[in-house]
């Protein structure tokens, strides 16, 4: 079955990717969501030359769907309409998402999905997050954590590895794949790439409530794009 992923640039949606190919699909391509203020990857922050990188890495298509920030829903709905429409354009009528346990989230998915004609499927759903996490590192997936809630978790873990020792600090109460919002992620290697991507560690702001670390890609100037 050829199928499209779902593409945050973070762990969760890399490793549904590797999951989803282990299982037998056929990826025809990832879909992903630009924040065309900041000409980054909505919510996770990740600059679209890192973007770009992951997508070379992957060796599929891309369809980037760019939205205003703030983005009113009828917005967001309009823009993804036109993308699902471009994606059973090919052929295709399914799509990956990395969600894990957030029940009103697949609600949401499945029914914007069932009205297009098109289903959801969900590879990492209701896995034990502690062991998922696990099960991630031992793949030899690599992420940098790109945005974090401080309200839930240390401005110190902006811009770590999520590795064993981010797994071992994590304080009690916060699920270790970040469901809750408390941190998001950019993959920079793992099994889903055919080749992992040199980053640099760029500077950390606050904006909005949240705390941003710049992952650059290394052919990329650190003050070419803006936070």
């Known amino acids: 079955m050829k199928v499209f992923v779902s593409w945050s640039s973070g ?14 699909f056929e990826i025809a391509g990832v ?15 990740v600059r679209n030359a890192l973007l770009d990188k992951q997508i070379a890495a992957l060796g599929v298509p ?16 309009a823009r993804m ?13 399914h799509i990956i998402f990395g969600d894990l346990f957030l029940e009103d989230i697949r609600a949401y998915r499945v029914e914007k999905l069932a009205a297009a004609g098109m289903e959801a499927i ?8 502690a062991q998922l996490a696990r ?24 811009g770590r590895i999520f590795d064993q020792s981010f797994l ?3 304080p009690a109460g916060i699920d270790p794949c970040g469901e809750n919002g ?21 500077e950390t702001v606050e904006r909005e409530g949240f705390v941003f670390t710049d992952i650059v890609p290394i052919s990329a100037s650190a003050n070419s794009l803006r936070l």
């Open 122 to 129: 969900f590879p990492l759903w209701q896995r034990d997050t």
């Open 182 to 202: 408390e941190f998001h992620t950019a993959v920079i290697a793992g099994p889903m790439f055919a080749a992992p991507i040199a980053v640099t560690v760029g």
């Open 168 to 170: 071992r600090d994590l």
């Open 62 to 77: 891309a369809i980037k769907v760019p939205i205003p920030s703030p983005c009113p829903n009828e917005i967001y709905e």
């Open 11 to 24: 762990k969760d949606s890399a490793f549904a990717f590797h999951e989803a190919r282990r299982g037998g």
């Open 81 to 93: 309409d036109d993308a699902c429409a471009a994606i059973k354009a090919r052929g295709i009528r």
């Open 31 to 45: 879909l992903t969501t630009i924040n065309e203020a900041y000409d980054r990857v909505a919510m996770h922050g």
């Open 135 to 158: 099960d991630m590192v031992a793949s030899g997936l690599v992420a940098h954590v790109t945005c974090l809630d401080p309200r839930k978790l240390p401005r110190n873990f902006a």
